[in-house]
């Protein structure tokens, strides 16, 4: 089965930069990059030496529930493009492992899915979670500090 990464969507980001606020209502932080990795979930790209970048709670499901994990995610402050649809792993996926979950189609976790996975395992590991016609999405998250990376689903 073929895989496709995808980044937060462009609606979701446009009305973070246009609020200010995170998922819980609470201001994000500006910073300012000194070209470290401060990887933006948009452009899927680190954030440019001395831009702006956003630091906020982010809460990738469509309501709040038991299962509806929150981490701190970096973004561009400025518009940037958001990264196509890919079914590579994508290049902000640095360290040498992340958790990898699988969720049904009311975003529940699906036990028995969820572990960490070493970098170049992400992939086929997420293809083989959906191959579960249950799983209607995995993401892909910080093995270290639970931030959100990036979203999972079988290539159409």
Not at 38 to 51: F, V
Request: hydrophobic share 35%.
């Amino acid at each position: 089965m073929n895989v496709t990464f995808e980044a937060l969507p462009s609606d979701v980001v446009r009305e973070i930069r246009q609020t200010g606020r995170d998922s819980y209502g609470a201001p994000v932080e500006r910073h300012v990059s000194d070209g470290s990795a401060y990887p933006c979930r948009h452009c899927l790209g680190a954030t440019p030496k001395g831009e702006t970048y956003l630091i906020l709670a982010h809460r990738p499901f469509s309501s709040a529930h038991p299962y509806a994990e929150t981490g701190p995610i970096f973004l561009c402050e400025a518009d940037c493009a958001r990264a196509a649809p890919s079914g590579e792993v994508p290049p902000i996926l640095e360290a040498p492992d992340y958790i990898v979950r699988g969720y049904s189609a009311e975003e529940r976790i699906v036990y028995g899915t969820g572990g960490v996975v070493p970098t170049p395992r992400i992939a086929a590991r997420a293809a083989e979670i959906l191959a579960d016609p249950a799983i209607a999405f995995v993401d892909v998250r910080s093995a270290r500090n639970n931030c959100f990376q990036c979203r999972v689903r079988r290539a159409s």
